[in-house]
């Protein structure tokens, strides 16, 4: 089975955990709780092929980013998460994907473009067109965007999957010819 | 830079004709050397000039001065020629072209003429110790020179040539050049003021932290100024009533990086590194050399490992943690306090009936951004040296999960762990009891407990933390005139606000002592009373003597009076030791009993009140850098302001958001005059300093490449 490593990234509070245990175990965190660094594995189906998902929920208070280059290196698909009803969390995005692209040293990273808590429509202060935008400023073939709602479970599922559908388009090889046990794994 | 004096050097080409036509010769005049290192003792100086040919190492001339004795600064004033056109016996070749020529070198060193020391030098034995030289490509010597030049170590050959890899670096540098204090004043008064600027969105710090690139480097100088002049909790408490009334969702209260949540971080860390390691050094260096393993996550078990031993020695470490964090309460730095103290308030003003924010504030920063990252990555807080193994990292990593988490604990309702990954539902499981919300409850509320140091809502007082109580023994005070001055059991409490003490536990207070009245806690002599375990409380008035139970208690009452005492403004310097009994001191036997007394205080505890050397002008002159640099948003900031003052905002869109144009406007235009002028006398400066230091001179001799000197910056601008 092939393994996948995503890393969800992001500021403080949009949503990061609860987006993650929201597609893992399907319930909602009303409480915050602020990460430190949190893994989860899920076996899931994406058209028609096994995969197993190693997500790393990772923190999105400043002061434990220093890890995020190791996160980095490692992940294979990225999360970029933000919540619409903040604008400061959308625009550490920027950053964030440079970050990410610096240390992958490549133009070539599957990410998506995440606009959480799109529940709270009251309390929009980004707009659905900002962040379409922003998602094509980065890079059309390897940028997803959708606006979600962990509260609702509004695409939750859809943006892990698309982000495996990337990671699959970008780097089509398979394991097939491995036997079971061996991993395969992507840089 | 090692410093081994600097050598006076004059070089030109001079052209002389003979019977071969026209020959070229370098003139080398040593004039003089300046602050050469002393050896043994002694310095007896002399040099030694060699010339090297072309690219080949074999055709050298070796030429000395005299010695001079016993000086540092040598005047030698030799001249030297070298041939350039002259063969020696091995030269087969009867012109160099200049190309050639000028790929020589020329090398002078300069030695301490001592007998009993000698060296080898080019094949050569020189008597001597080797005090420094200086190489200079004859390039450089095309056109005639007439400089100084540092001296340095000689290079040792042994590795120059073998290939030992490459290592890419990036080193800046950067020069300050810090006036003195009134150049700075204007600037300073600006960023001062930051906390009355009405809206606060237009005050300077606020533009400060707009236009820089990263926050920190704003916060890093304005949390510095700020508490030198004591301006740091007038700020803190205008910031967070800001941003406590733009943000919309309390959990999110104080998480998101403004300059305000930057400011308190990097207040914690200039004023809490101490107290950090106080706390967490002893127990981290433990973790890292017994080295058990830790881990409880299954998936990631190695064979041989047993769940539940690891979650054992896991637990150890965290109860570890976790008590001597919980017992600090008292020895946190009175600067944290108060910061937290003003959070505290802050929330409770806003959110009154909301009792889980009151901790979540203080909790956000204490757990969240001081102990949790500490314990993740030890090494940036200075509490470890090398990077802790893959191993060590995890066992970390999980504890850091679990304060985190506790800490956490007593912000929501629930006061419950959010079970989000299934292996830490045990480990959490065995934490969630009323033994640790209430030992984080009571941290929380002693360090968040400063005094009245500041209480601008005395409207919305909470109520008050109890820190302390217990039945202890009494003296009269003589509050009234003709009282016995007896001895009574009395139950003692103390508060964040006021020592108090009534007949029985939740009795009527008989006397309230507002904290804001000790002036001083200590020990009193045994002698005064006859009585073992007595500490003296002083009031303005009077004194109150207290007998503890035992020496243990009299310690922690001790502890707790002074540290709720340690922000009063009006605390003494002085005391007496004794008590004053039969018309006079019985320490000192003065008979006056409003006289000063006559010892000295005992000290705060070192982690309490914690000195920190700051230079307010260099702050400023920081900040003054930063906002230079980005001059250009300044000005479109300002822009902006005219245009939505002139357009009332409707005809244009503007691109920034403004609160209130018209003080934006006019702080913009406060902070852009004193950035000019100051730049102003920074470049008059610099050239000043350029005039007199032309390279080569005595102040700037050649070779001085360790610093980027301020004329060579003069000439960038
Ligand atoms: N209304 C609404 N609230 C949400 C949504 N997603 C998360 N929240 C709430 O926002 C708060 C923060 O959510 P978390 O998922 O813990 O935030 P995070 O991004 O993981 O934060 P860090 O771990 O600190 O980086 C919690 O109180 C959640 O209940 C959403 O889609 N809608
Ligand atoms: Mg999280």
Redesign the interface.
Known sequence: MREYKLVVLG???VGK?ALT?QFVQGIF?E????T??????KQVEVDGQQCMLEIL?TA?????T??RDLYMKNGQGFLLVYSI??Q??FN?LQDLREQILRVKDTDEVPMILVGNKCDLED?RVVGKDQGAHLARSFNCEMCGFLETSAKVKLNVQEIFFDLVRMINKKNPETCKKSKKGSKCVLV | MLKLGKVHLELRFEECLNEDGVTRKLAVRVVECSDLPVTNGACNPYAVVTMCYGNSKYKEETKRTVVRKKTICPHYDETFFFDLEHRGNNFDRKHYDIEDIFSGALRVSLWHDDSRMAREVLGRILPGVFLGQIDIPLRDASSPQNSWYFLRPVLDTKYSSTDIGAIRLKISYNTEHVFSSQHYDDLRNLFLKSSNTVPNSSSAACILARVVDNLQDAAQPLVRVFLHHGKLVPFIETFANYEITHT??H??LF????LLTKTV?ELMKLVGLPYLHHILKPIISQICTEHLSCEI?P?RLQDSENINTNLDNLRHYIDQIFDAITDSGLICPTEMSQAFFTLRQVACKHYPDNNEIHYQVVS?FVF??FF??AI??PR?FELTEDTPDTQTNRTL?LI??AI??LG?LVC?K?W???M??DYMIPLFTQLSDTSHINAIKMFLDIISSSTKAHSSYIGTREVPVVLKQGMLIKRAQGRKKFGVKNFKRRYFCLTNESLTYSKRKDGIPLCVIPVEDILAVEQLQEESFKMKYMFQVIQPERALYVQANNCIEEKEWLDVLMRVSAANQNRLKMYHPAAYINNHWLCCKEVDCSIEGCSQVSSDHPLVKVQVDIDSDREIEKIHALLLHNMEKLEAMQDACGALEVYSGNQFSVPMEIEDSKSCFEMLNDLLKCVIGLEQEHKQYLKSVQKQHVKGSFERPIGDDSILSSSDIATKL
């Open positions: 500021s403080g509070g955990s245990v965190v409480k915050y709780d602020p430190i660094e949190d893994s989860y594995r929920d999105g208070t400043e002061q434990f220093a890890m009803t903040a400061s969390t550490d309390e | 919309i969702d959990p999110t998480r998101g990086n403004t971080d996550d998936t956000g969240l951004r949790a990252p993740l990555g940036f990593t850091s999960k985190q988490g956490n929501s629930s419950s762990f959010s989000k990954e």
